[in-house]
């Protein structure tokens, strides 16, 4: 996740969880220019949650349950950094399988 993604999440999850909910760190984002791909997700987002929720029996998933099923659409765009083939820059994908697909 991006740092200002990431910032813009932790403010909604502080204000609806309070401060003592577990909260993704700072240190876990990257750098918004090393961002290449923003996937909407948002038809698959009750999938994402259900999984979450099959695992409340782990140590972090009750509390990533939580984080995620914060309101609004902040959490419906998941970003990546593409590790190969390097990235040239420009605009960022939305499809992560962009230029890899073969043509019929």
């Known amino acids: 996740m991006s740092l200002s993604s990431l910032k813009t999440v932790r403010a909604l999850a502080e204000a609806a969880l309070g ?12 750098d918004d220019d ?9 038809d698959f987002w009750p999938h994402k949650l259900r999984a979450l929720a099959a695992h409340a029996g782990q140590a972090d998933a009750a509390a990533l349950l939580k984080f995620f099923s914060l ?3 902040e ?6 950094v593409r590790a190969h083939p390097p990235w040239t820059g420009g605009t960022r994908e939305s499809d992560l399988f962009e230029g890899v697909r073969e043509t019929p």
């Open 19 to 30: 401060p003592d909910a577990w909260i993704p760190p700072l240190d876990v984002a990257v």
């Open 34 to 42: 090393s961002v290449t791909a923003a996937v909407d997700v948002s």
């Open 71 to 73: 309101p609004g659409d």
């Open 75 to 80: 959490g419906r765009v998941e970003e990546y």
